[in-house]
């Protein structure tokens, strides 16, 4: 935990950016888990988001950011109704996790095998997500919304 007070709407908002490299991930994850334990969030719903953005960022890494020269940022942010608000937006292809993965997830599934990437975790915790590319910038938004 770090010495930031609680966070409120629009009063804590806080971002991190790395590049889209696998090294990199663990520390846009510890960000994200610190903002939701300074909104009090419990011990099992900050692991189950820990879970959703190593699957999450690891997909953008492989998919979005194969050269690993393009940069992923996290953005945190608490609504009126408590809820952590999480933007995480690359500068990869473009690319919707959500579209490209409406397909069994199975360990055994072949066409998971195939290399679509898993998405079965981020669904699990995160029930309201939206994709949206922004052309000008050429960046891929991922924005959760993310109860307690």
């Known amino acids: 935990m770090n010495d930031r007070k609680k966070p409120f709407a629009g009063e ?34 900050i692991e189950d988001l820990r879970l959703a953005l190593e699957e999450t960022l690891g997909n953008i890494v492989h998919f979005a950011c194969p050269q690993g020269t393009e940069e992923i940022s996290a953005t945190c942010d608490a609504n009126d109704m408590g809820a952590l608000l999480v933007n995480i937006v690359d500068s990869g292809v473009p690319f ?5 993965s409406a397909f069994p997830e199975t360990v055994g599934d072949p066409q998971r095998q195939a290399g679509l990437p898993p998405t079965k975790a981020m669904k699990r915790a995160v029930k309201d997500i939206e994709y949206r ?11 959760w919304v993310v109860w307690k």
């Open 96 to 100: 919707n996790m959500l579209v490209m």
């Open 133 to 143: 590319r922004d052309g000008d910038r050429k960046t891929n938004i991922l924005a």
């Open 12 to 45: 804590m908002r806080a971002q991190i950016t790395r590049a889209a490299i696998s090294e990199a991930l663990p520390e846009i994850i510890e960000f994200v888990s610190s903002y939701a334990c300074d909104m009090a969030f419990g011990e099992k719903r």
